[in-house]
Nanobody
Framework: QVQLVESGGGLVQAGGSLRLSCLASGRTFRMYLMGWFRQAPGKEREFVAGISRSGGNTLYADSVKGRFTISRDHAKNTVYLQMNSLKPEDTAVYYC?????????????????WGQGTQVTVSS
């Protein structure tokens, strides 16, 4: 089992940057592919970015491609989401997720473990 704790959310002006972190418990972190999702009020949870077990493969939603970067540090059991050029439409609760599948996928149901989420608010 994996427990995930996100941090790094906050309030930022449009055009600014934030880096989200997700600390995973246990010694099996490298066995899971990792993903970031977000959910805005009144909307469904949506895929933002994902990274393979090795970190060699990444996948991004079109809406964040070129602005967000996902990475992972196995020594620290942590996955990061660097968010640059933030827009008001990026405002949402951001969730970290871990899945035991073979490839990064965009569907939330493919991820078994979830963090509690961290709020990101981008003001215009």
């Amino acid at each position: 089992q994996v427990q995930l704790v996100e941090s790094g959310g906050g309030l930022v002006q449009a055009g600014g940057s934030l880096r989200l972190s997700c600390l995973a418990s246990g010694r099996t972190f490298r066995m899971y592919l990792m993903g970031w999702f977000r959910q805005a009020p009144g909307k469904e949870r949506e895929f933002v970015a994902g990274i393979s077990r090795s970190g060699g493969n990444t996948l991004y939603a079109d809406s964040v491609k070129g602005r967000f970067t996902i990475s992972r540090d196995h020594a620290k059991n942590t996955v990061y989401l660097q968010m640059n050029s933030l827009k008001p439409e990026d405002t949402a609760v951001y969730y970290c997720a871990a899945g035991s599948g073979l490839a990064v996928v965009v569907t939330p149901n493919s991820y078994e473990y979830w963090g509690q989420g961290t709020q990101v608010t981008v003001s215009s």
